[in-house]
């Protein structure tokens, strides 16, 4: 049985939440609480397995909230949100900076068509959740910029191939570790990178609003069409699998899912390793499944680079374990490297690399 603690201000809400988290057998609803200061009480007196937070409460907000749980009593934290704009969900995605491990829609209402898959969506996040190990509060991502210093081993000053795309795969838990990434990044970043993260329906908007200011590249959520521009991020959106061409454009489609998923790492890691081969890099990171591990290590096999991010550090080992052992690695390294690591292979196969 997991123990679960609501953390919500509206009464209406917080009846709906409990009728939804209450009627799973697995779940037990062990407390509520009304705003952000019960909230951190309630865990140190009844320590719930995983608990659902609310963003905007009086006393104490979510964010606050959730960072003092962090540094007191740390438990897995889900944001339930029911912003609707990208502003307002790009907020939201500040509750993961202060500990939070995820973000979901607040399910939609009983007669509403969509209230069924949302209302399962918060479920099994706060299933998933409930099983994760939490530590102390993460600290602050430094957004320096990193010399590219000497992380990839001397063997691999043999590339020649020169960079012109880097592909990013996530799912569970991969927001902050993207931003983590990104924003150790120089600002003069050389080349695009396109970014496939599994999220809930609505989202992605906010989370490239999120990123943009939170990291020194240009970020966007991709169109059809679109040229592939140097040191710009660019984000799959809703519903389409986001492919790149030949040519260096983007590519949208509503083909059938892939790994029950669309957007698919697949799809994208499979176009890069055809338009791209040993010009590009292929990152695989936290996330449930297997979704990108295959079509990394066809990357890999036609001469990409391919890194993935030590399981050690993952919320959720399984795309990134599915990835190792298919041997579709070049390099394992933790996300604080990854960004080092990038900036060492771009130094190295620049015309005027070493």
């Not at 779940?27 to 019960?38: C, D, P, S, W």
């Not at 209230?115 to 399962?120: G, I, P, Q």
């Not at 299933?127 to 210093?149: D, H, N």
Request: glycine content about 8%; some cysteine; aromatic content about 4%.
């Amino acid at each position: 049985m997991i123990n679960v603690l609501i953390v919500e201000d509206s009464p209406v809400i917080r009846e709906f939440l409990l009728h939804i988290l209450g009627s799973d057998p697995e779940l037990n609803v062990i407390g509520v609480a009304h705003n952000g200061e019960e909230a951190v009480e309630a865990v140190r007196a009844k320590r719930p397995d995983v608990v659902t937070m609310d963003i905007h409460m009086p006393k104490l907000n979510g964010f606050d909230a959730t960072r003092k749980i962090m540094e007191t009593n740390p438990v897995p934290i889900v944001i339930v949100s029911g912003s609707s704009t990208a502003e307002e969900l790009a907020t939201t995605f500040h509750a993961l900076e202060s500990g939070a491990l995820a973000v979901v829609r607040r399910p939609a209402g009983l007669a509403h068509p969509d209230h069924e898959a949302t209302a399962k969506e918060l479920v099994q996040t706060v299933k998933l959740m409930s099983e994760v190990r939490v530590v102390r509060r993460w600290a602050q991502t430094s957004r320096r910029p990193v010399a590219p210093g000497e992380i990839l081993p001397p063997a691999q000053k043999k590339r020649q191939a020169a960079i012109r795309l880097v592909a990013i795969g996530a799912s569970t838990g991969g927001p902050m570790v993207i931003q983590t990434i990104l924003s150790m990044l120089p600002k003069q970043f050389p080349v695009p990178l396109v970014i496939v993260q599994h999220m809930a329906q609505g989202f992605v908007h906010g989370f490239a609003e999120w990123l943009q200011h939170s990291t020194p590249l240009p970020v966007s959520v991709a169109s059809n069409g679109e040229m592939l521009l140097p040191g710009h991020v660019y984000i799959a959106p809703d519903e389409y699998h986001t492919l790149v061409s030949k040519d260096g454009r983007i590519i949208l489609r509503k083909d059938e899912p892939e790994n029950g998923l669309r957007p698919a790492v697949s799809a994208l890691f499979r176009s890069v390793a055809a338009a791209y081969g040993s010009n590009a890099v292929g990152i695989l990171l936290t996330g449930m499944g297997k979704d990108g591990a295959e079509e990394l290590l066809e990357m890999k096999e036609g001469g990409a680079t391919t890194l993935v991010q030590k399981l050690e550090t993952c919320i959720v080992a399984g795309m990134p374990g599915e990835a190792l052992k298919r041997g579709a690695a070049t390099f394992v390294f933790s996300p604080e490297k990854m960004a080092q690591a990038l900036a060492s292979l771009i130094e190295r196969t620049s015309p005027n690399g070493g």
